[in-house]
């Protein structure tokens, strides 16, 4: 059912007006983060949360125009093909949670990417060509057409539109069109990036024609960047609709140049994709007062799910918030349920994914009482470091940059309740740094996600879906209304910040922007590094606190300071429907911001 505009008067609230949000946290008895960057935005008229304030800001035109949830969050996530490249785009692979107010129900929409049906494993090389920044094992070659999934990004969008918009591809392309043909300004963050991934475009021509200046050097902030020969590619699909890149011209001119440069993607390929692009119903579990639902597999969520439910067992406000208590339990349940993960999740038209089983009561409850038995023998460890607590000790490493993940998340709410969350990824820095002829498209390294060795759940086969920790989103309802939306990007990471923010609002009171802002952790549990022997850990967590966590065997990387972009780079919205207050936060550890209507 689709929610049409009413006919009252649309009205901007200022972002100024983000001040007030210390009068409408979401909790009476509100716990406050110790640095408070920036308020959390507010709005009645809707709200729009993303990694770039051009980005939020294509959202929020959709919304003022009367657009709903769906079209601006489309709107959205097309504008970030244009300011922040590295991340998403066009040519990468997603996944939306969607809750439809009309229908009172949410739905879940998979576009994570497919295999190539002729992918062919002995024609990938045996060493990795250039280092992605992810960290996630470099099980491909990382970079270049061999690496790319059949990108879903574009029918996830299309499809969402058509059935839930109000609006066209024409109407929502209009602002990403806008900024790839006049430019947009190079942030500090951008900056970084650019810097850091130089070499995962710089040996493909066209690559480095259209995110090179001179086809050398990295954007800087000053410069202005812009990819007309996209803008073109996206004007052809607002016009002539999604067939003319999977069926039509724009899809020759891909399956050409892949066919010359040693790819895989073909004609056959792309046309298969919108008809896989459907609606599936979402996995979902009780928490507190709470309906939380996340995307079922091929997405990993499920890990958010069962690492909520572990921390259930536990009183939270008494352990008190990022104390030793509350980190040993949270550190123990994410250590557990990333092995879940990594073990049984990928494509379920090609492996047996237990899902009942892994969010049963009796396997919760289980796995809650290893987590208690594994805090104990660290608890003893500090007395005896004799004590084997199943985890390697060794001295901690840097990790390689403080820029690295190449993902994004987006979040919009409408003025009808409409809500929707969509992760969107090209897995790593420009993804595969491939693009195709003349389009002006990179296309993604999904493929690097996944594993070549045979025989396990997330096995690289012809025609089979990434198993994707970009899956990991989540919406809390309570009485069947959403109270709380929340995404983020940062690799495996994922899976380990949503919980995190979500806790941070539910279980601490903090406003959407202070959970967000809080101090946050990762174990570094890439692929091929299950289960993770080492974490990052914010240095605003207390001394105190990383110290006696030292001291029970955690092996902390505190080398990237205060603030990382490692940890993730969440966007939340959060509803009041007492008031009608929508509140927005998005994370100042990148480029994000929100903004309320």
Known sequence: ????????????????????????????????????LRPASMGKLGMVASANPLASLAGQKILAKGGNAIDAIVATAAALNAVEPYMSGTAGVGYLLYYDAGEQRVRSLIFG????????ADRMDSESKYADGAGHGNVMETVGPKTCAVPGNLAGWNRALEDYGTMSLNQVFESAIDYLDNGIPITEMDQA?????VDRVIHYPESAAIFLKNGKDPYKIGDTFTNKPLAKTMRRIAAEGIDVFYKGDIA???????????????????????????????????????????????????????VLKIMEGFDLKKLGHNSVEYLAHLLEAIYLCRIDTDKYIGDPNYVEVPVDRLLSEDYISKQRETVIARVKKRKAYMIDKSIIIGQAQHAPTASDNTFTFATTSLSVVDQWGNAAVIIQT???????????????????SALDWMTLKPGEANSVAPGKAVGWCVGGMMQF?????????VGSPGSFGILQSVPQVAMNVVDFGMNIQDAIGAPRFRWKDELGSVPAKELIMETRVPADVRKTLEQMGYVLDTSLGAWTMTVGGVQGITIDHQTGWISGGADPRRNGYSIGL
Not at 113 to 120: A, Q
Not at 273 to 279: G, T
Not at 427 to 440: D, L
Request: with cysteine; charged share 15%.
């Open 113 to 120: 990417g497919w295999v190539p049906e002729t992918f062919d």
């Open 477 to 485: 309802h309570k009485d069947g209304k959403p109270d709380l939306i």
């Open 252 to 306: 020759r001119q891909i399956a050409t140049a892949f066919a010359q440069d040693g790819g895989f993607i073909s004609e056959k390929d792309l046309a298969s994709v919108p008809e896989k692009v459907k609606w599936v119903d979402p996995i979902s579990i009780k928490y507190r007062d709470y309906t939380v639902y996340n995307n079922p597999p091929p997405g990993m969520g499920i890990q958010q799910l069962q």
């Open 193 to 197: 990036m650019w810097a850091v991934t």
């Open 1 to 36: 059912m689709l929610l049409k505009p009413n006919n009252h008067k649309l009205i901007f609230i200022s972002l100024g007006v983000g001040i007030l949000s210390c009068l409408f946290s979401h909790s009476v008895i509100a716990q406050a983060s110790k640095e408070n």
């Open 426 to 444: 090209h897995g790593g820095g420009f993804g595969s740094g491939y693009v195709a002829g003349k389009t002006g498209l990179v296309f993604n």
